[in-house]
């Protein structure tokens, strides 16, 4: 079996996006030339107070800088002896990964697409649209929408970013729902899969990528193909 390298790299930021959820940003060390492509994922290695070692995978949540940068977007999970390790770590920590794996990647040709996300599930989006948007001929002449789901408005992650990236480029479209909504909230209500369709009509001629929990996917997979989708124009990637 193959031996993947390990890899160190140093806690720069570690930013709370909301209660139970963190923005963790990292600098490989002695790798400025650490590459990986929009949508990978690394496994983070650390050993728990028993000596055993664990493992978990991350999406990356940033996009290639070629300073050896990247970002993890991650809740705290009750009793997940990672999620809490990670989030606990201080500036100027020390993490040990293996990677980038993963095929949950933009596939060209480029399409018109439509990116799906609830939760953390956002993190590999964050990569793809910083990408993609970056360079006038990724993005140009194409449409692409986000439809993110979350329960309650604090838990919009990277909402200034991504209202931001909107209001600069009138070919992206961001699209927060909120399952739980206020009674002053102005957006979207209920769940992604129940806006799906009329962002993509009749149309059967773009992309969907899908990241979050399993029910999720699922849902909007079926609707999708009851639209007439080829699955080849359906990527997903499940966390759990």
Same mark, same amino acid.
């Given at each position: 079996?193959?031996?993947?390298?390990?890899? #160190?790299?140093?806690?720069?930021?570690?930013?709370?996006?909301?209660?139970?959820?963190?923005?963790?940003?990292?600098?490989?060390?002695?790798?400025?030339?650490?590459? %990986?492509? +929009?949508?990978? =994922?690394?496994?983070?290695?650390?050993?728990?107070? #028993?000596?055993?070692?664990?493992?978990?995978?991350?999406?990356?949540?940033?996009? +290639?800088?070629?300073?050896?940068?990247? !970002?993890?977007?991650?809740?705290?999970?009750?009793? *997940? %002896?990672?999620?809490?390790?990670?989030?606990?770590? !201080?500036?100027?920590?020390?993490?040990?990964?293996?990677?980038? %794996?993963?095929? %949950?990647? /933009?596939? +060209?040709?480029?399409?018109?697409?439509?990116?799906?996300? $609830?939760? $953390? *599930?956002?993190?590999?989006?964050?990569?793809?649209?910083? =990408?993609?948007? @970056?360079?006038?001929?990724?993005?140009?002449?194409?449409?692409?929408?986000?439809?993110?789901?979350?329960?309650?408005?604090?838990?919009?992650?990277?909402?200034?970013?991504?209202?931001? /990236? @909107?209001?600069?480029?009138?070919?992206?479209?961001?699209?927060?729902?909120?399952?739980?909504?206020?009674?002053? =909230?102005? *957006? /979207?209500?209920?769940?992604?899969?129940?806006?799906?369709?009329?962002?993509?009509?009749?149309?059967?001629?773009?992309? !969907?990528?899908?990241?979050?929990? #399993?029910?999720?996917?699922?849902?909007?997979?079926?609707?999708?193909?009851?639209?007439? =989708? #080829?699955? $080849?124009?359906?990527?997903?990637?499940?966390?759990?």
């Amino acid at each position: 079996m193959a031996q993947f390298r390990t890899f #160190d790299a140093l806690v720069l930021r570690s930013t709370a996006l909301s209660e139970f959820t963190k923005h963790i940003e990292l600098e490989v060390s002695g790798s400025s030339r650490f590459g %990986f492509v +929009p949508g990978q =994922w690394l496994s983070v290695k650390a050993n728990t107070p #028993d000596g055993e070692e664990m493992t978990r995978a991350y999406s990356i949540a940033s996009p +290639p800088s070629g300073n050896g940068h990247v !970002a993890f977007c991650l809740n705290r999970v009750q009793d *997940g %002896f990672m999620s809490n390790y990670l989030c606990s770590l !201080a500036e100027g920590a020390m993490v040990a990964f293996q990677g980038p %794996f993963g095929d %949950f990647i /933009l596939r +060209p040709p480029f399409r018109d697409t439509v990116f799906i996300a $609830t939760g $953390t *599930g956002i993190a590999p989006f964050r990569s793809m649209l910083h =990408w993609l948007l @970056a360079e006038s001929d990724r993005h140009q002449g194409r449409q692409f929408w986000l439809l993110f789901g979350a329960r309650y408005e604090q838990d919009i992650y990277y909402r200034e970013e991504l209202e931001r /990236l @909107a209001a600069e480029h009138d070919n992206f479209h961001f699209l927060p729902t909120l399952s739980r909504s206020a009674s002053d =909230w102005k *957006g /979207l209500r209920g769940y992604v899969q129940e806006h799906l369709a009329e962002i993509v009509g009749i149309r059967n001629d773009m992309h !969907a990528y899908i990241c979050g929990l #399993d029910k999720m996917v699922k849902a909007n997979r079926e609707l999708l193909k009851s639209l007439g =989708w #080829d699955r $080849t124009s359906i990527r997903y990637e499940k966390y759990d």
